[in-house]
């Protein structure tokens, strides 16, 4: 489980594998408290890091200032019409 300090401001990111072309379609993601799905409100637009990882910028003064002593789950959403799947990453403790 990967561990935040409350504090920190950085780029949360999550590891997608596939064709080397989905670094070309939007990509969203949300993190949210364990055991819950998210919601449309919960989507945030993330980047592409240059190693093909999606990213978003977590902590205070962002879209995702998260609570000391809950542990999160990130994930993240593509599209890629038809298709938009959503896929959970691992778990986040702020400490």
């Not at 379609?25 to 949210?32: G, R």
């Not at 003064?61 to 298709?83: C, F, M, N, S």
Request: glycine share 8%; no cysteine; charged share 20%.
């Amino acid at each position: 489980m990967l561990k935040i300090p409350a504090i920190s401001v950085e780029y949360l990111k999550i590891p997608i594998s596939g064709a080397s072309d989905l670094v070309t379609f939007p990509v969203e993601m949300a993190v949210v408290p364990d055991g819950q799905d998210p919601d449309s409100d919960d989507w945030k637009t993330a980047e592409w890091s240059t190693a093909g990882e999606a990213m978003v910028l977590i902590g205070p003064g962002t879209t995702l200032p998260l609570t000391k002593g809950i542990t999160y789950v990130a994930w993240a959403r593509l599209t890629l019409a038809p298709e938009t799947p959503v896929l959970a990453s691992g778990k986040v403790h702020i400490t």
